[in-house]
């Protein structure tokens, strides 16, 4: 899908050090948070090849445009919350792992895979469901089937 969609490039200039497929890699280990620095050593290339990259391939990654939802059709959306490294004190807390995260909630529909709507970070030591109670995400989801997980 990459390759289709001009991976390579148009051609001419610098050969890329990396193959393809290890460039495509080094976009989906960059998403797990780990910093162009560690990326580095672990592919044997300068953290500027990696920023080149990284730069390149992450818009030919990125999902396809869903289509909008249809009107008066049932919909199912589904929340969740993810923790993000933050290193602002006043927005994220010391959490089960031991980092300043901010737990951020967000409405994606079932069908299309749009975000709908996402509440205020807030520090990460607080519960799931105090945090679903306290954003404004139960009056955006009002009259529709919203599945979540335990927490």
């Known amino acids: 899908m990459v390759r289709e969609r001009g991976g ?22 960059y998403r797990t948070n780990l910093t162009m620095r560690q990326l580095a050593p ?8 990696v920023c080149r990259g990284i730069q390149r391939l992450r ?14 059709v049932e919909r199912l959306w589904i ?3 993810t923790l993000i490294p933050v290193r602002d004190r006043q927005v994220g807390a010391s959490s089960r792992n031991y980092r300043f995260s901010a737990n951020v909630r967000a409405i ?8 709908l709507a996402s509440a205020r970070p807030v520090p990460e030591n607080k519960a799931d ?7 404004e995400l139960p009056a955006a989801a009002a009259g529709t089937t919203v599945i979540a997980d335990g927490a």
Do not use: Q
Not at 42 to 49: E, N, R
């Open 8 to 29: 390579n490039g148009p051609g001419g200039g610098r050969p890329w050090c990396l193959p393809l497929a290890d460039r495509v890699l080094l976009v989906v280990y």
């Open 42 to 49: 672990l592919f044997g290339i300068s953290s500027a090849t």
């Open 59 to 72: 818009p030919l990654l990125a999902l396809e445009p869903a289509p909008r939802p249809v009107a008066g």
């Open 79 to 81: 929340v969740d919350g």
């Open 108 to 115: 994606i529909d079932a069908d299309t895979r749009l975000v």
């Open 129 to 135: 469901a105090h945090v679903w109670r306290e954003s």
